[in-house]
């Protein structure tokens, strides 16, 4: 791996661990400001509001410009959300801002991948960023945990700028100004990555012409005979991904009788386990047999269901381990395969945001179908088993559609299968 990589994971990582821990600092703002119960839930959605409503932008706006810079300007979003919640912005709304940058940076972080590396290293690549990805969000939960409690907030609040006075007087005001701090280093990582040398993209002069450009596409990357197949993996696992935090508390409630702090730490043993997985397939799958990772997720549409038969938590963490795992298995050779052919399509920053707008896209649809199958009075348990065999389901049906690809257009597939085989590196 080159040097500027191993610059791009740092900046990652930090960034991400600040947006967990970001996250545990609002809901904290919201419960001490008298916020309703449904404030805080709505902290999730609102993050993911910009990923699906700028879409046709985002991608454009990556392959415009140096992905270095995009990253930090998308940093700096970000702090200024954080600066916008110490000033007394409502926090959805100030958290909706650093959504915003979050959105802006994703397809700048994974487009530059396929400018630094050449396609035989991306799944490599991916095992890297998906692993470090995972570690930040387990680290960055219990940093915020950690910020917010009274043994850190109370010496952070205890200390005094010499002649300064700030409006910090609570402990998760404390915690966002901390915060502010990492967000800061992770934005001065960027500036340390290396400019790739691939020619930029401009922005047209009409932004509306980039929403056709856009359906265009994205309708490319499904009419393609790999891109179509990654795109629909990775967009279901994903949605699945987005919502299994809310199954996970549902299904521990009612099997375990675990309060949500007990049961958010058996979401941080998913968390381990899809790192693990995603390690073990940077290291034994190659680029040109990603696809054989698919039945993975029919199993773990099957294995959400058999989460339903579970009640002891001595047979529950190695299972959520073994369910985790497989994720990992699953999406790194998958995300890496959708990275090269979007690259080839359309270009990286706008192939990922076809992916962010089709995976957004999805956790909000799956997670309508849980709420609807509890709304219809399903138990915690029926909508669990619902939610499973529809996941199971459609992941067979996206098998099929391979297995009738490479039936129907052999040529076709084996020469797509060819190019990721034998793809040189950019820049």
Same mark, same amino acid.
């Given at each position: %791996?080159?040097?500027?990589?191993?610059?791009?994971?740092?900046?990652?990582?930090?960034?991400?661990?600040? $947006?967990?821990?970001?996250?545990?600092?609002?809901?904290? +703002?919201?419960?001490?400001?008298?916020?309703?119960?449904?404030?805080?839930?709505?902290?999730?959605?609102?993050?993911?509001?910009?990923?699906?409503?700028?879409?046709?932008?985002?991608?454009?706006?990556? $392959?415009?410009?140096?992905?270095?810079?995009?990253?930090?300007?998308?940093?700096?979003?970000?702090?200024?959300?954080?600066?916008?919640?110490?000033?007394?912005?409502?926090?959805?709304?100030?958290?909706?801002?650093?959504?915003?940058?979050?959105?802006? *940076?994703? /397809?700048?972080? *994974?487009?530059?991948?396929?400018?630094?590396?050449?396609?035989?290293?991306?799944?490599?690549?991916?095992?890297?960023?998906?692993?470090?990805?995972?570690?930040?969000?387990?680290?960055? #939960?219990?940093?915020?945990?950690?910020?917010?409690?009274?043994?850190?907030?109370?010496?952070?609040?205890?200390?005094?700028?010499?002649?300064?006075?700030?409006?910090?007087?609570?402990?998760?005001?404390?915690?966002?100004?901390?915060?502010?701090?990492?967000?800061?280093?992770?934005?001065?990582?960027?500036?340390?990555?290396?400019?790739?040398?691939?020619?930029?993209?401009?922005? /047209?002069?009409?932004?509306?012409?980039?929403? /056709?450009?856009?359906?265009?596409?994205?309708?490319?990357?499904?009419?393609?005979?790999?891109?179509?197949?990654?795109?629909?993996?990775?967009?279901?696992?994903?949605?699945?991904?987005?919502? +299994?935090?809310?199954?996970?508390?549902?299904?521990?409630?009612?099997?375990?009788?675990?309060?949500?702090?007990?049961?958010?730490?058996?979401?941080?043993?998913?968390? #381990?386990?899809?790192?693990?997985?995603?390690?073990?397939?940077?290291?034994?799958?190659?680029? $040109?047999?990603?696809?054989?990772?698919?039945?993975?997720?029919?199993?773990?549409?099957?294995?959400?269901?058999?989460?339903?038969?579970?009640?002891?938590?001595?047979?529950?963490?190695?299972?959520?381990?073994?369910?985790?795992?497989?994720?990992?298995?699953?999406?790194?050779?998958?995300?890496?395969?959708?990275?090269?052919?979007?690259?080839?399509? %359309?270009?990286?920053?706008?192939?990922?945001?076809?992916?962010?707008?089709?995976?957004?896209?999805? #956790?909000?649809?799956?997670?309508?179908?849980?709420?609807?199958?509890?709304?219809?009075?399903?138990?915690?348990?029926?909508?669990?088993?619902?939610?499973?065999?529809?996941?199971?389901?459609?992941?067979?049906?996206?098998?099929?559609?391979?297995?009738?690809?490479?039936?129907?257009?052999?040529?076709?597939?084996?020469? +797509?299968?060819?190019?990721?085989?034998? $793809?040189?590196?950019?820049?």
């Amino acid at each position: %791996m080159k040097r500027g990589f191993y610059t791009l994971m740092s900046a990652q990582f930090f960034s991400s661990l600040a $947006d967990q821990a970001l996250f545990v600092a609002a809901v904290e +703002l919201i419960k001490g400001n008298g916020g309703a119960e449904w404030q805080r839930a709505a902290l999730v959605p609102i993050f993911a509001l910009f990923y699906v409503v700028l879409a046709p932008w985002l991608g454009a706006f990556a $392959d415009a410009y140096p992905k270095r810079v995009v990253m930090f300007a998308s940093n700096a979003i970000k702090v200024a959300g954080c600066l916008l919640m110490l000033f007394g912005l409502h926090p959805l709304a100030a958290y909706a801002v650093v959504g915003l940058g979050a959105a802006a *940076y994703s /397809p700048a972080k *994974y487009g530059i991948l396929t400018e630094m590396l050449p396609s035989s290293q991306l799944v490599k690549a991916n095992g890297w960023i998906e692993g470090l990805t995972i570690a930040s969000i387990i680290l960055g #939960i219990l940093l915020g945990g950690q910020l917010v409690g009274h043994m850190l907030s109370s010496r952070m609040l205890a200390f005094d700028f010499p002649f300064i006075e700030t409006s910090v007087d609570t402990a998760p005001e404390a915690a966002i100004s901390v915060l502010i701090f990492i967000y800061a280093l992770a934005a001065w990582f960027n500036t340390r990555i290396p400019l790739t040398g691939v020619e930029m993209r401009p922005i /047209p002069k009409n932004p509306l012409e980039l929403v /056709p450009d856009f359906w265009m596409c994205n309708s490319r990357l499904w009419r393609d005979k790999l891109g179509q197949i990654s795109l629909a993996t990775t967009t279901l696992f994903w949605g699945v991904s987005g919502n +299994l935090r809310y199954i996970i508390l549902a299904w521990s409630a009612a099997a375990l009788g675990y309060s949500t702090t007990q049961a958010s730490s058996l979401g941080g043993v998913v968390a #381990i386990g899809t790192a693990v997985g995603a390690v073990i397939a940077s290291m034994r799958m190659r680029l $040109d047999s990603a696809t054989k990772v698919i039945p993975m997720g029919i199993l773990m549409g099957v294995l959400i269901i058999v989460m339903v038969f579970i009640n002891n938590v001595w047979v529950a963490v190695p299972f959520l381990i073994l369910m985790g795992g497989l994720g990992g298995f699953l999406v790194v050779p998958m995300n890496a395969l959708l990275q090269h052919r979007g690259h080839n399509l %359309m270009g990286a920053g706008r192939s990922i945001a076809v992916q962010n707008f089709n995976e957004q896209a999805c #956790i909000l649809g799956l997670g309508a179908f849980y709420s609807l199958s509890t709304g219809f009075g399903l138990s915690a348990f029926g909508a669990i088993f619902a939610f499973g065999a529809l996941v199971a389901g459609v992941m067979a049906l996206i098998r099929h559609w391979h297995l009738y690809n490479l039936k129907n257009h052999p040529e076709e597939v084996e020469h +797509l299968m060819k190019v990721a085989r034998h $793809d040189t590196p950019h820049g």
